[in-house]
């Protein structure tokens, strides 16, 4: 894939819905944030992310939307600051990780337990860094307005409708006969997609040990 089609994919990112959602790629959390250098830094990550699974990946896992402990901050689905701090796996080779929340709001950086378990499931079965990729449904974060950005909620239909362009144009990035949803949310769009995916417990909410042992039987 050339780099124009990365830009083209990360342009894509820019059309998110306006109401109780986040867009981290093109968007400054101003609460929380290290300043307006933010969704540029997290532009890159997602890049880097992306452009070193190119031609790798045996596996691709869609989960529901991003989180505001993981893609929120890091700019990465499904992948924590914390994880990109201290480089415990191989998410962005070559370049230096860099966090985009606020020491303050959060001194060691944000981390996910979805995240956490996603890829210690994956790299525990022996698939490596590059052979997996990480996506959801819905691109972006979808807060409770009440509670302000530091939570996550489910998005609602028109949300969910208004995301499937972009998880088109990533499965035609990264085809793969492999994909695998976290969740009735996930599957269900890609079912809209025409996409073959297996369906499975997302970790969150107790789904943690069922999850895992369904990942390693579809690996193996």
């Not at 093109?26 to 699974?53: C, H, K």
């Not at 972006?140 to 939570?151: I, T």
């Not at 998005?155 to 006969?177: D, T």
């Amino acid at each position: 894939m050339s780099r124009k089609q990365l830009d083209n994919f990360v342009r894509l990112l820019k059309a998110s819905p306006f109401d109780a959602v986040f867009n981290p790629w093109w968007e400054v959390d101003r609460e929380n944030d290290i300043g307006r250098i933010a969704p540029i830094i997290r532009r890159q990550q997602l890049r880097a992310y992306m452009q070193e699974r190119l031609g790798h990946v045996k596996i691709v896992v869609i989960g529901e939307a991003l989180g505001y402990r993981g893609g929120h901050f890091s700019g990465i689905p499904m992948t924590s600051e914390r994880m990109l701090l201290r480089k415990q796996q191989n998410i962005v080779a070559g370049s230096k990780p860099r966090r985009t929340s606020k020491p303050s709001v959060c001194p060691n950086g944000f981390s996910e337990p979805t995240a956490t378990i996603v890829w210690g499931a994956l790299l525990k079965i022996g698939v490596l860094p590059d052979e997996f990729v990480l996506w959801n449904a819905f691109p972006w974060h979808s807060f409770d307005p009440r509670r302000g950005r530091l939570s996550n909620r489910t998005p609602n239909k028109s949300e969910q409708f208004s995301g499937r362009p972009v998880l088109k144009a990533f499965l035609e990035l990264f085809p793969c006969e492999q994909i695998v949803a976290l969740g009735k949310i996930a599957a269900a769009q890609l079912e809209q997609l025409g996409a073959n995916a297996l369906c499975i417990r997302h970790p969150a909410s107790g789904g943690a040990k069922l999850f895992r042992q369904q990942i390693a039987k579809i690996v193996h």
